[in-house]
């Protein structure tokens, strides 16, 4: 296990004094008198201090600018994070730019990469797709940069990182359909490999085993015809029918918005949500308030997120301890799942 860097508040801790001072004795700042500066300085080498180097530039040339790479700016999911991002950068006086990627891993590091040329003073990249294999081309990226639900299976360590625990709000939406009574439950997933995609298949997996109920594959929908992603609406619309065809009376779907393809599709179809099937979506967006019915979900924090993330980058720019932070979701019940009758009797 790597020995953890010693921090200026490690050293603060050892000499008694705050982190501030520290911080600006090793500056030479002559607000320290000469004497206290070469103490700390000499403690400083005894604990074999690494400065800082990123920390260090920011002090000596601060921008007050945020970079946040987003996959979509019409997607109401990343609104509510950039929001919960804002709230924490404005207060501290800094502004935030957006940029996006498409779910493009060279769309994504060429973002970053702009972001680092104009000197911002971090950099938040949320549905990151970037993975180990790509350490050595951003570890020149000399900018603090935290990573938001990355989607990587095998995330690069350089970066810090805010997750949500997918496996674990899988969980919870098949274990609401089960508590209503359904026994034949599907899953509508989406094309593009995505880590969080595979997780809430496995969650999804986890609880049907847990709760006794067979694993059939026609009970899982995934639009991976050309292993990309299209719309999400365009998805729960146009892979519905297979999983009703399949005889599923409950789904969980992979996000709110492929839950409002399904719903669109149900209409089109004269299914009754949530009479004839029962739906249950992932995010939590504000649209799934309003759709009709209104939708059962699993909230991911977002505005947390956003804020989490944002307060990780202001402490790792001051040289502070930071740890990845895995957020978990919950369950809101509303109108399109309900107790199962078979209406076939």
Not at 50 to 61: D, E, G, K, R, T
Request: aromatic residues 4%; glycine residues 6%.
């Amino acid at each position: 296990m790597s020995k953890r860097k010693v921090s200026i508040e490690d050293i603060a801790r050892r000499a008694g004094v705050s982190h501030s001072t520290v911080s600006r004795a090793l500056r030479d700042n002559p607000l320290i008198s000469p004497k206290v500066r070469e103490e700390i300085k000499q403690l400083a080498r005894e604990m074999s201090y690494v400065p800082n180097a990123i920390a260090q530039s920011l002090l000596s040339s601060r921008t007050n600018t945020i970079g946040v790479v987003v996959t979509s700016i019409a997607d109401p999911f990343f609104a509510e994070v950039v929001e919960g991002i804002e709230q924490v950068a404005t207060s501290s006086g800094l502004s935030v730019v957006l940029s996006t990627s498409h779910r493009d891993l060279k769309q994504e590091i060429a973002a970053i990469d702009n972001f680092h040329r104009r000197r911002v003073d971090g950099i938040l990249v949320a549905d990151s797709r970037i993975s180990k294999q790509h350490t050595k081309q951003l570890t020149q990226i000399a900018v603090p940069t935290i990573l938001i639900n990355s989607q990587a299976e095998d995330q690069s360590e350089i970066f810090h990182s805010v997750a949500i625990d997918d496996r674990l709000g899988a969980r919870l939406a098949v274990e609401h359909l089960v508590s209503l009574g359904h026994t034949s439950i599907g899953y509508l997933g989406v094309g593009d490999r995505s880590r969080s995609n595979q997780q809430r298949l496995e969650g999804y997996r986890i609880a049907l085993a847990e709760a006794g109920l067979p694993q059939i594959d026609d009970w899982v929908a995934i639009n991976d015809q050309d292993k990309t992603r299209t719309s999400d609406v365009s998805t729960g619309r146009k892979m519905l029918s297979k999983l009703l065809t399949a005889g599923v009376t409950g789904i969980f779907c992979y996000n709110d918005m492929v839950a409002v393809g399904a719903l669109l599709a149900c209409q089109e179809l004269g299914i009754s949500v949530p009479r004839d099937l029962s739906l249950v979506g992932f995010d939590g967006i504000a649209l799934s308030r309003y759709v009709t019915p209104p939708l059962t979900t699993i909230c991911q924090p977002m505005l947390e997120m956003g804020s989490f993330a944002m307060q990780m980058l202001l402490d790792l720019v001051q040289d502070k301890t930071v740890e990845n932070r895995v957020l978990s979701p919950f369950l809101v019940q509303r109108g399109s799942s309900a107790v199962f009758r078979n209406n076939h009797k």
